[in-house]
């Protein structure tokens, strides 16, 4: 256990990282905001060997995490190497707690810092995981429903090379916003951008979207036409041996040619925003 004592830090992710940088077995996590999920899975994604996390807390702070699609990634990757599992319930919680084998934290934040405050009392220890155990046992598991982070840049690489990968990669990153607020570009937009930055296929992207599970080739239809219909892309007709043109993406403004991936996100949520998209 890296912390025994009350300790106050300057984020979540200072004191998680207190907490589970040097925890080894199994930890439960019970209660947790938006934000302090959010702090967890980044912290337990930089750990190069993580604690096994099971994170219990209120059904709708999992479904805001579905929306942020690099968080989502990122938490799916720690499902999938069995070191998260994600539950809800409707038994109430009445703090933000971290029980690991000897010791329980109360997480409380403040508006500058947040600070763990322990109990190493054995007998209370047991009771308080007794309790959330039980408790997980009758909980609901809770699905991502999105792929990991590593399957999405693989299939990537594999399907349209390194150069498109890093360049979807820079422009997710570059779409993140703090908490609360809305970005102008989701996952299946910067898909379709950087294919149209790379002049690749719709149909082919799309396919690749559907099959790692990005969103559906409908919903990749949907966000060409949008983004057509908005003159960010343009496309170009591919003859093929038997049936109908397939579509090339290009990009349809002279901005979004100049831009590198950082660059071209910012000017597309940009135009977005400008048209009312």
Do not use: C
């Not at 409380?108 to 322990?118: D, F, H, K, N």
């Not at 349209?160 to 703090?178: C, H, L």
């Amino acid at each position: 256990m890296a912390i025994n004592s009350n300790t106050v830090e300057s984020s979540r992710e200072e004191l998680f990282n207190d907490i589970f940088a040097n925890e080894g077995g199994e930890a439960f996590t019970v209660g947790f905001s938006a934000e302090s999920v959010e702090a967890l899975i980044e912290v337990l994604a930089d750990l190069d060997d993580p604690p096994r996390v099971r994170l219990m807390t209120e059904e709708s702070v999992l479904k805001a995490l579905r929306s942020e699609f690099e968080l989502a990634s990122m938490a799916a990757e720690l499902v999938a190497a069995e070191a998260l599992s994600l539950r809800t319930t409707d038994e109430p919680f009445e703090n933000a707690l971290v029980i690991t084998e000897k010791t329980m934290i109360s997480v409380i934040p403040s508006e500058r810092t947040v600070a763990g405050l322990v109990s190493d009392d054995g007998e209370f220890v047991d009771a308080v995981a007794e309790r959330w155990r039980n408790v997980w046992e009758a909980g609901t598991e809770f699905g991502l429903r999105t792929p990991a982070w590593s399957q999405v840049a693989d299939s990537l690489t594999t399907e349209f090379g390194a150069d498109m990968e890093a360049d979807f990669e820079a422009m997710i990153r570059a779409v993140a916003t703090p908490r609360g607020t809305e970005s102008a570009l989701d996952e299946v937009e910067v898909s379709v951008l950087a294919a149209a930055k790379h002049e690749k296929m719709l149909y082919d992207v799309s396919t690749w979207g559907e099959d790692v599970g990005v969103a559906s080739r409908a919903t990749f239809s949907r966000v060409k036409n949008r983004l057509e219909d908005q003159g960010l892309i343009e496309t170009e007709k591919e003859p093929i041996e038997v049936g109908r043109p397939r579509l090339r993406l290009l990009l349809g403004d002279e901005r979004l040619r100049e831009a590198n991936a950082e660059e071209l996100a910012s000017v597309a949520g940009s135009l977005l925003s400008t048209t009312g998209a």
